[in-house]
């Protein structure tokens, strides 16, 4: 494969596309830049990813299937619920019901939503907590209106690890199993031993495998018990085998099997690794030859499309250059819009409270207004001062009545009273003659 690699020499067709790559560099080209926002794009929501599966491990911790989504009677969620954007109204309830109740976890209180609250009504209640608590208190309205995205996350994150520091959760160290080291250095040695001697067994059966008369062991004087006669070094007599061949070679075709060794194979052992490498690498070397020239095959197909492909887009940039040019004007003129609409939405939001306000100091003017206005309209009090002047003038016709009365008494009395001086004086005279 080195060699292959070593004696590998790019092509006319690699050696243009490389002149041509510090070209395309410096043109800066539209295409280079749509590829950066893509990326860029790409990472944003990757990191946003990370951060709801931080988040789904939180709320692993604290238990959240149980006691939220069964004590509450919520669906479970994905790891990914709130990292994109998918049913709004839902994803806004689920966030103001998961943020009451980690707030619930570090002894504050924050009102769960109903499902068909108003949105706006939510939000700003929300937006209000955070600030009240200090929690990313610079997030905006709109970004949490959606009930999705990296501050509903962040804000989620924060509440999360607040409610385990306040249950005062802590790792605890991890318990390691115990793992048996005599069995595996007790298979090692075996398989040291093995191998040592391997080489020697092999020696063994060649040995035994030869056919050769001339190295041979006296078996019949072994099993029958007969003396070999020493080799002594005055002795110079030649000796004579007395034993026939046939005999002893049916004596080592009966003894050999038992002399064999068997070595089992083993896949730890080094020699089975050699043999392995070896055969691979002779496979690869036979099929080096014909891989080379079909890769080359293909590396120049490869590179007539790639020339066949730029210049296609080449032409495809000239011809939608200036639609290209208008889309980002327009791109440009929906972000100023959906900017100032952001801007108006926030100032209609607080204007809508004001009317409220307004609304409610409304009704109570009016209430009041109504309640003067039955006051003054009430004829209850003419009716009464009514009825008062009727007792007057009936008490005052009884008094001139008994005026009246008590003036003709008085008259009478009078009267009375000067008759009755009259006859005294009409008497008194005719006395008084009488003494004369």
């Not at 309205?141 to 962040?154: H, T």
Request: glycine share 4%; charged share 30%; net charge negative.
């Amino acid at each position: 494969m080195s060699d292959a690699k070593a004696d590998y020499a790019p092509s006319k067709d690699e050696k243009r596309q490389r002149r041509r790559r510090p070209e395309k560099e410096a043109k800066g080209d539209s295409s280079s830049a749509e590829g950066d926002a893509l990326r860029a794009a790409a990472r944003a929501q990757a990191d946003v990813a990370v951060l709801a599966e931080n988040l789904s491990d939180k709320l692993k911790i604290l238990d959240f299937d149980k006691q939220f989504c069964v004590a509450k009677g919520f669906n479970p969620i994905s790891r990914h619920y709130f990292a994109f954007p998918g049913n709004v109204s839902d994803q806004l309830h689920y966030f103001s019901n998961v943020m009451s109740w980690l707030i619930s976890l570090t002894d504050d209180h924050f009102p769960p939503s109903d499902q068909y609250d108003d949105p706006n009504e939510i939000v700003s209640n929300i937006v209000a907590q955070l600030r009240k608590t200090g929690v990313h208190a610079d997030a905006t309205q709109s970004s949490l209106l959606k009930g999705s995205g990296e501050d509903v996350c962040q804000i989620l994150n924060t509440l999360a690890q607040n409610a385990l520091k306040a249950q005062r959760w802590q790792w605890e160290k991890p318990i390691l199993p115990r793992e048996e080291f005599e069995a595996e250095t007790m298979l090692d040695e075996a398989i040291e031993v093995t191998a040592d001697t391997a080489g020697d067994e092999d020696e063994i059966e060649d040995e035994f495998d030869d056919d050769d008369d001339d190295a041979f062991i006296d078996v019949d004087t072994v099993h029958h018990g007969i003396p070999v006669a020493a080799e002594s070094g005055t002795s110079k007599e030649l000796l004579t085998a007395e034993i026939d061949v046939a005999a002893w070679r049916t004596e080592v075709e009966r003894v050999l099997p038992q002399l064999k060794v068997h070595i089992r194979s083993n896949n730890k052992d080094w020699r089975t690794h050699v043999e392995q490498m070896q055969q691979y690498q002779t496979s690869i070397e036979g099929s080096m030859a014909t891989t080379q020239i079909n890769l080359d095959k293909l590396h120049g197909e490869i590179s007539r499309t790639l020339e066949k492909i730029d210049s296609r887009e080449k032409y495809v940039n000239k011809q939608l250059d200036s639609l290209i040019k208008e889309f980002r004007q327009h791109h440009d003129k929906l972000a100023s819009t959906q900017e100032k609409y952001k801007q108006a939405g926030v100032s209609v939001n607080e204007q809508t409270r004001e009317l409220a306000t307004l609304v409610d100091e409304l009704e109570a003017v009016k209430t009041e207004m109504d309640e003067r206005g039955n006051s003054m309209t009430d004829s209850a009090p003419l009716v009464k001062i009514k009825q008062a002047l009727i007792g007057l003038k009936s008490e005052t016709a009884e008094m001139g009545l008994r005026i009246g009365v008590l003036q003709h008494t008085l008259l009478s009395a009078k009267v009375r009273d000067q008759k009755h001086i009259a006859n005294d004086m009409n008497r008194n005279p005719v006395v008084s003659a009488g003494w004369h």
